[in-house]
């Protein structure tokens, strides 16, 4: 009696024991399940981030570059402009035609070039253009500064200074932004009736 009762209790132990093992794995398996989509998901919330971190970049990269276009669209823009009035003298004009006040505008003409007037029968001329790169100036919207260069029919007056190079340096603020440009024109593609815009 003894013996089959200790047949019994291990017979209950062994099916309780295997009972509770398949209960286990049971448990493990959901649990390993549970484990891996919660892996997925995590996995797909980072691609969501990294998805929204690139759109978030995209989007800052475009408002930086409208602030640029607005900025560049509103800016002074200054620039010389040789002219022909009256289909023989010829002028040296420095035009803002941006949507900004230029402040601080400061322009420097080759020194060579100013001595070619200087020394030649456009002495008027010399006296003008130095007058116009002294100090800093302020071009309001619109606005000019002129001054005259020579008669294109003093023909000999003006192939010297066709022979030598004429550089322009302008700089000058819009807002808080300095700009800086050098320009190179040529005077020998200048005819009468012909204004030749440069730079």
Known sequence: ?????????????????????????????AAQKQAAAAVLQAEAIQKQIEVARLEAEITQKQLDESKRQF????????APKLEIVKDRILYLTFHNIGHTIATNLKIEISQPWLECLKTGPFHQSYLQLSK?????????????????ICDLFDAESFQKLCEIPLEIKISFTSGKDLYEKVYLPSLSIMKPSVPMLVG
Do not use: F, P
């Open 71 to 78: 900025k560049e669209n509103l800016r002074a823009r200054v």
């Open 1 to 29: 009696m003894t013996a089959w009762l200790m047949v019994m209790l291990t017979s209950a132990y062994v099916i309780t024991t295997v009972a509770m093992y398949r209960s286990n794995r049971q448990t493990a398996q």
């Open 132 to 148: 116009l790169c002294e100090g800093n100036q302020c071009l309001l919207i619109d606005a000019k500064c002129t001054a005259q």
